[in-house]
C-alpha cells in the first residue's frame, strides 16, 4: 500500500509541475517568442519557418541563401527560388499576416540582398523577379 501511495504522489507531483495554462497563450505571446528566437538568429546560411494557421506552405530552393519566414494566418503560400547559380549571397526576412497571401521570388541580387517583406491583409499576391 506504501509503494501505490509513494508512485501516486510522485505522478500527481510531476503532472502538476508540466501542467501547461492555455488561457495564458494568445496571438501577442507567440509573437514575442518568435521575435526573441529571431534576435539570435545563427551565422550562415539557415532557414527559419515559423507557421501559426492552417494550410501554410514555405517551398524553398535556395543556395548560398539565409531567409527567415514567418506565416501568421491561414493558406499563406511562399515560393523561393535563389537560383543562386553565381554564388552571390543573399539574406531575405518574409512575413506575412492574415489569409491566402502569396509571395513568389525567383533569383537573387545585389538590390534584393538584406530585403524585408512584410505582408498585412488578406488575398494579396506579390511576384518579385531578380534577372
Known sequence: MKKVSFIIFFLFIKS???????????????LDFIYRVEENKPIGYYSSIYQIGNNNLAN??????TISIQQVG????LLFNSGNADGVYNSLDVFMRGNQNMVEIIGVNSISNG????????NKTVIISNR
Not at 74 to 77: D, F, I, L, S
Open 74 to 77: 491561414n493558406q499563406n503560400v
Open 60 to 65: 524553398l530552393l535556395m543556395q548560398n541563401s
Open 16 to 30: 502538476s509541475l508540466i501542467a501547461q495554462d492555455f488561457n495564458l497563450i494568445n496571438s501577442n505571446n507567440v
Open 115 to 122: 530585403m524585408s517583406l512584410e505582408i498585412f491583409g488578406n
